[in-house]
């Protein structure tokens, strides 16, 4: 049995969404990137709703969204120049900056931490709902915790059932995989968490080169076992290599076809990788994208899939 799933179309549906997020539920919303577990950040027992239902462990820190840049200076004290200039190039977009908390954020949201991440969803029926809500709105991804992120509603409910109190369904994530997370609290920021947003964008933006992360700050989604399936997710770098890997794999193995682009790739990744569940594989073979714009988001999502087995 699953949650009722109402269409981001139905006029009725932000009330509806709004309403349970502010009774202290927990409500799956669509994003560009992929689908979210939100809850109300005013509401103590909606946060906790999402630790548990997820598996998360509490020390690790859930995105806040808001609807507009303003949600900087609404739930971070004295943002740098950094996170302002970011904030009105990119958002709405794939984006979450990392800055100083204020009192406004509770630390069950940040995992016990002095920072929050943020960012503003370009779904408009996201933004609608905070704006209707009256609050930001925490939400990680709406899947069980290290397990493959949901692009469409039919893989929340199935991931969730009836766990959640509502599922809005505003059609597949066009792109794909998470956000880009940059840390703005450092000079030069740093980025934890390559996503959709290339990182070499945001460096053009900002005019500086920005650093990789030197691991002393946890974010969403950089365990070294993420967004696995249950099949054994193997990489080569070429097709040739795949195709050598193939021969040493049991005959229920197979071949992940190439996307024609990195937007593609990105785009169905996550269908994908649960494809290969539906079909029954034990082991499945990715050709890596090349490492440099949206393909480093790529790569590291499946290098994360293939630890689980690869310790």
């Given at each position: 049995?699953?949650?009722?799933?109402?269409?981001?179309?139905?006029?009725?549906?932000?009330?509806?969404?709004?309403?349970?997020?502010?009774?202290?539920?927990?409500?799956?919303?669509?994003?560009?990137?992929?689908?979210?577990?939100?809850?109300?950040?005013?509401?103590?027992?909606?946060?906790?709703?999402i630790f548990t239902v997820k598996g998360r462990p509490t020390?690790?820190?859930?995105?806040?969204?808001?609807?507009?840049?303003?949600?900087?200076?609404?739930?971070?004290?004295?943002?740098?120049?950094?996170?302002?200039?970011?904030?009105?190039?990119?958002?709405?977009?794939?984006?979450?900056?990392?800055?100083?908390?204020?009192?406004?954020?509770?630390?069950?949201?940040?995992?016990?931490?002095?920072?929050?991440?943020?960012?503003?969803?370009?779904?408009?029926?996201?933004?609608?709902?905070?704006?209707?809500?009256?609050?930001?709105?925490?939400?990680?991804?709406?899947?069980?915790?290290?397990?493959?992120?949901?692009?469409?509603?039919?893989?929340?409910?199935?991931?969730?059932?009836?766990?959640?109190?509502?599922?809005?369904?505003?059609?597949?994530?066009?792109?794909?995989?998470?956000?880009?997370?940059?840390?703005?609290?450092?000079?030069?920021?740093?980025?934890?968490?390559?996503?959709?947003?290339?990182?070499?964008?945001?460096?053009?933006?900002?005019?500086?080169?920005?650093?990789?992360?030197?691991?002393?700050?946890?974010?969403?989604?950089?365990?070294?076992?993420?967004?696995?399936?249950?099949?054994?997710?193997?990489?080569?770098?070429?097709?040739?290599?795949?195709?050598?890997?193939?021969?040493?794999?049991?005959?229920?193995?197979?071949?992940?076809?190439?996307?024609?682009?990195?937007?593609?790739?990105?785009?169905?990744?996550?269908?994908?990788?649960?494809?290969?569940?539906?079909?029954?594989?034990?082991?499945?073979?990715?050709?890596?994208?090349?490492?440099?714009?949206?393909?480093?988001?790529?790569?590291?999502?499946?290098?994360?899939?293939?630890?689980?087995?690869?310790?």
């Open positions: 049995m699953s949650a009722p799933i109402v269409s981001h179309l139905d006029p009725d549906s932000v009330r509806r969404a709004a309403e349970i997020l502010g009774n202290g539920g927990i409500v799956a919303l669509p994003t560009e990137t992929v689908y979210g577990l939100g809850a109300s950040i005013d509401s103590a027992s909606g946060v906790n709703r020390d690790h820190p859930l995105i806040v969204h808001g609807s507009s840049a303003s949600i900087l200076d609404e739930v971070s004290d004295h943002p740098s120049e950094f996170a302002r200039r970011l904030a009105v190039e990119v958002w709405p977009g794939p984006l979450s900056l990392l800055v100083p908390r204020s009192q406004r954020v509770s630390t069950s949201v940040t995992g016990g931490r002095d920072t929050v991440v943020v960012r503003v969803p370009a779904h408009d029926f996201f933004r609608t709902v905070v704006d209707h809500l009256g609050s930001p709105i925490a939400a990680p991804s709406a899947n069980r915790f290290g397990r493959v992120s949901p692009t469409t509603a039919d893989h929340v409910a199935a991931d969730l059932g009836n766990d959640v109190d509502l599922i809005v369904d505003g059609g597949p994530s066009v792109i794909g995989v998470e956000s880009t997370i940059v840390n703005t609290t450092t000079s030069p920021p740093q980025v934890l968490r390559h996503g959709g947003i290339p990182i070499e964008d945001v460096e053009a933006l900002l005019g500086i080169s920005v650093a990789e992360s030197d691991g002393t700050v946890r974010a969403p989604g950089t365990l070294a076992s993420h967004y696995a399936p249950r099949c054994q997710v193997v990489l080569a770098e070429t097709a040739e290599e795949a195709k050598s890997r193939l021969e040493r794999l049991p005959s229920s193995a197979g071949i992940v076809e190439t996307p024609p682009s990195t937007g593609v790739y990105a785009a169905t990744l996550y269908t994908t990788l649960r494809t290969c569940d539906e079909r029954g594989w034990t082991h499945a073979v990715f050709v890596l994208p090349h490492d440099r714009g949206l393909g480093r988001a790529i790569r590291d999502r499946l290098k994360r899939a293939a630890a689980t087995f690869e310790g």
